[in-house]
């Protein structure tokens, strides 16, 4: 079943170098079936920074020369997603254009094929990415998405530690935020959170928000990692 959550987040704790850190986030995203993978941050008009990517011999160099980020819809579709998506889910309503199709086929001839893409919010209006891909055409694994976004989750929020781009502190959170959280881990919904506590889908909403919004989380699961990293959630 691949690394679990709590064993990676035990890991990546104790980490001190970024070095360290994608060495152990590659093994983990390896477990799962995928071979490439890179980080980077983009903007509207393209790719802003590429801190690394793991991908055969050439693929970079190419990408970079040719431009291709202003071409690729992984990294058009990645300032609009709300959620990790498959590469085959940027395509518009119409199909994509020759020149998207083109890219493509490009990128599966240099060992570049189906994958997903994780978007993190960063600062202003960038967003930072990290997709994992296949180096043969072949099916994607069996998809264990919200675990994938954990582990990226997980590894930006080190990364940021470890690179002084982010300064975690530890804020108070009520028993009811810390218990509706800690049922998101479990992968509870709102209603059944609600039966569990004894309280109402609105209650539940409205802690899980207060939540969020005291970690600087912008979404359930990265409250949820903030939450482990800071020791409010237990493993």
Same mark, same amino acid.
């Given at each position: 079943?691949?690394?679990?959550?709590?064993?990676?987040?035990?890991?990546?704790? /104790?980490?001190?170098?970024?070095? %360290?850190?994608?060495?152990?986030? !590659?093994?983990?995203?390896?477990?799962?079936?995928?071979?490439?993978?890179?980080?980077?941050?983009?903007?509207?008009?393209?790719?802003?920074?590429?801190?690394?990517?793991?991908?055969?011999?050439?693929?970079?160099?190419?990408?970079?020369?040719?431009? *291709?980020?202003?071409?690729?819809?992984? &990294?058009?579709?990645?300032?609009?997603?709300?959620?990790?998506?498959? *590469?085959?889910?940027?395509?518009?309503?119409?199909?994509?254009?020759?020149?998207?199709?083109?890219?493509?086929?490009?990128?599966?001839?240099?060992?570049?094929?189906?994958?997903?893409?994780?978007?993190?919010?960063?600062?202003?209006?960038?967003?930072?990415?990290?997709?994992?891909?296949?180096?043969?055409?072949?099916?994607?694994?069996?998809?264990?998405?919200?675990?994938?976004?954990?582990? /990226?989750?997980?590894?930006?929020?080190?990364?940021?530690? !470890?690179?002084?781009?982010?300064?975690?502190?530890? &804020?108070?959170?009520?028993?009811?935020?810390?218990?509706?959280?800690? *049922?998101?881990?479990? %992968?509870?919904?709102?209603?059944?959170?609600?039966?569990?506590?004894?309280?109402?889908?609105?209650?539940?909403?409205?802690?899980?928000?207060?939540?969020?919004?005291?970690?600087?989380?912008?979404?359930?699961?990265?409250?949820?990692?903030?939450?482990?990293?800071?020791?409010?959630?237990?493993?």
């Amino acid at each position: 079943m691949g690394t679990s959550l709590e064993n990676f987040i035990e890991t990546t704790q /104790s980490i001190a170098s970024v070095a %360290g850190l994608k060495k152990t986030f !590659l093994a983990a995203v390896a477990e799962e079936g995928y071979e490439n993978a890179v980080f980077a941050r983009t903007n509207e008009r393209g790719l802003v920074s590429l801190p690394w990517a793991e991908f055969p011999s050439g693929y970079v160099d190419t990408y970079r020369s040719e431009g *291709w980020d202003r071409r690729d819809p992984v &990294v058009q579709r990645a300032h609009l997603a709300r959620r990790p998506f498959k *590469w085959s889910e940027t395509s518009p309503r119409g199909g994509f254009t020759k020149d998207q199709m083109r890219f493509f086929e490009e990128c599966r001839e240099l060992g570049v094929h189906s994958g997903i893409t994780i978007p993190i919010p960063g600062s202003g209006r960038d967003v930072d990415l990290i997709s994992l891909s296949l180096r043969q055409r072949a099916e994607l694994p069996p998809h264990r998405m919200t675990h994938l976004y954990m582990l /990226s989750v997980q590894y930006w929020l080190k990364y940021c530690e !470890l690179s002084d781009r982010r300064d975690q502190e530890v &804020v108070p959170l009520t028993f009811q935020e810390r218990e509706c959280l800690r *049922w998101c881990k479990e %992968g509870k919904t709102n209603w059944e959170i609600g039966e569990i506590l004894n309280i109402s889908e609105k209650t539940v909403e409205f802690h899980l928000s207060n939540g969020m919004r005291k970690l600087g989380a912008n979404n359930r699961i990265t409250a949820v990692i903030v939450g482990i990293k800071t020791g409010l959630i237990p493993l």
